[in-house]
Nanobody
Framework: QVHLVESGGGLVQTGGSLRLSCAVS????????MDWFRQAPGKERQFVAG????????YYASSVKGRFTVSVDIPKNTVYLHMNSLKPEDTAVYFC??????????WGQGTQVTVSS
């Protein structure tokens, strides 16, 4: 079982940047992968970016590739989502998710990102 807490959201203008953090506690030794998702009002939750916990391989949704970067600081048990060139359509609640080696998922409570035009 892991516990996730996101932070770093806020209000930013179009073209601005934010860095989201996801602090991980609990059985981190069982984490295989960390993902970021987002959910805009009235829309389904969608995948944004992910990273393999140990190997560090990353993957991105096409809508954010080249603008967002996901990274992990294992000694700090923290995953980051660096977001650049933000657009109004990036406005959403952002969630991090941990997948264990037994394919169990744990979610954080989310952090709001609002991009003004």
């Amino acid at each position: 079982q892991v516990h996730l807490v996101e932070s770093g959201g806020g209000l930013v203008q179009t073209g601005g940047s934010l860095r989201l953090s996801c602090a991980v506690s609990g059985h981190t030794f069982r984490i295989s992968r960390m993902d970021w998702f987002r959910q805009a009002p009235g829309k389904e939750r969608q995948f944004v970016a992910g990273i393999w916990w140990s190997a560090g391989n990353t993957y991105y949704a096409s809508s954010v590739k080249g603008r967002f970067t996901v990274s992990v600081d294992i000694p700090k048990n923290t995953v980051y989502l660096h977001m650049n060139s933000l657009k109004p359509e990036d406005t959403a609640v952002y969630f991090c998710k941990a997948r264990s080696d037994s394919a169990d998922d744990s979610w954080g409570q989310g952090t709001q990102v609002t991009v003004s035009s």
